[in-house]
T-cell receptor, first 109, second 115 residues
Framework: GESVGLHLPTLSVQEGDNSIINCAYS??????FIWYKQESGKGPQFIID?????DKRQGQRVTVLLNKTVKHLSLQIAATQPGDSAVYFC????????FGTGTSLTVIP | DAGVIQSPRHEVTEMGQEVTLRCKPISGHNSLFWYRQTMMRGLELLIYFNNNVPIDDSGMPEDRFSAKMPNASFSTLKIQPSEPRDSAVYFCASSLGGFSNQPQHFGDGTRLSIL
């Protein structure tokens, strides 16, 4: 999962396996959450979002789960591909906007 | 559709020089954000505009930093004088309707090195 500080959490998965990236958010008043993917040399790219009135949302090969009780967000990537290798950030939005520090995903061919 | 366009992509300059970073948001987006990304501090929001008006500049590090948005299709972030500690990747992002209920769309950044 994500943490504040210098160390970027890492996750390595085999190609074809499912990936789960976790994020703990801090503000119980946050009501909108976004996952971004950042590849080397590029800006963060929007993947999927979810509002606090939902606990699950699915996109193409991605699912976001929200557990407001424990302030936890996860991103599931199905059938992970080499092109999924990147840093993934969660962002929480309430009256302010906060980016997490990111998780580095490496897909092993 | 064109995304957020930033220029230059890379800038190398000596300390004390003025640096100007430029951003063209996605057409129709009315909110614009400037971020700085470093390994030490991650992504930091510097300032954001809504309908060309600065709403929150509390993230601007100090008076050496200034940002303007003279119209809906252009913004600048200026550092004067620049210092080595300003070296970072600077991102511009835009969204439709603020940050509270719409995702931001990012440019590919300006990699700034101050020698």
């Amino acid at each position: 999962g994500e943490s504040v500080g210098l160390h970027l959490p890492t996750l390595s998965v085999q190609e074809g396996d499912n990936s789960i990236i976790n994020c703990a958010y801090s503000n119980s008043a946050s009501d909108y959450f976004i996952w971004y993917k950042q590849e080397s040399g590029k800006g963060p790219q929007f993947i999927i979002d979810i509002r606090s009135n939902m606990d699950k949302r699915q996109g193409q090969r991605v699912t976001v789960l929200l557990n407001k009780t424990v302030k936890h967000l996860s991103l599931q990537i199905a059938a992970t591909q080499p092109g999924d290798s990147a840093v993934y950030f969660c962002a929480e939005v309430g009256n302010q906007f906060y980016f997490g520090t990111g998780t580095s995903l490496t897909v092993i061919p | 559709d064109a995304g957020v366009i930033q220029s230059p992509r890379h800038e190398v300059t000596e300390m004390g020089q003025e640096v100007t970073l430029r951003c063209k948001p996605i057409s129709g987006h009315n909110s614009l954000f400037w971020y700085r990304q470093t390994m030490m501090r991650g992504l930091e929001l510097l300032i954001y505009f809504n309908n060309n008006v600065p709403i929150d500049d509390s993230g601007m590090p100090e008076d050496r930093f200034s940002a303007k948005m003279p119209n809906a299709s252009f913004s600048t972030l200026k550092i004067q004088p620049s210092e080595p500690r300003d070296s970072a990747v600077y991102f511009c992002a835009s969204s439709l309707g603020g940050f509270s209920n719409q995702p931001q769309h990012f440019g590919d950044g300006t990699r700034l090195s101050i020698l």
